[in-house]
């Protein structure tokens, strides 16, 4: 499957985003989708997670509370909307799929994803 981000954007603090996974290539609907983040410098950590069914969802305890991540299969888009946007929030936001039986399952694990899109930039001015 080949996934493909898109939505980040240059936006103030205390605005919203929406940014979108669209996958081509498979059937979006055996795959749990990830999203991660990545500032320069640090390490490429987790945000958010939805299962195969859309009913299970992880969020990053420190966004916690600003994040909605939903998917509609049939357009196999998952597409996640970020709040009160921080300057700290800046950063290349990737999606992330891996194929799993379970239809409820979801994992916080970077290496459990097997399949990346190319990022987007969010980038948040004070």
């Known amino acids: 499957v080949q996934l493909q981000a898109s939505g980040g954007g240059l936006v103030q603090a205390g605005g919203s985003l929406r940014l979108s996974c669209r996958a081509s290539g498979g059937f979006y609907s055996t795959y749990m989708v990830g999203w991660f983040r990545q500032a320069p410098g640090k390490e490429r950590e987790f945000v958010a997670a939805i299962s195969r069914s859309g009913f299970f969802k992880s969020y990053a305890d420190s966004m916690r509370g600003r994040l909605t991540i939903s998917r509609d299969n049939a357009k196999n888009t998952v597409t996640l909307q970020i709040n009160s946007l921080k300057p700290e929030d800046t950063a290349v936001y990737y999606c992330?799929?891996?194929?799993?039986?379970?239809?409820?399952?979801?994992?916080?694990?970077?290496?459990?994803?097997?399949?990346w899109g190319q990022g987007t930039q969010v980038t948040v001015s004070s």
């Open positions: 992330a799929a891996d194929q799993v039986t379970d239809t409820d399952y979801v994992d916080r694990g970077r290496s459990v994803y097997d399949f």
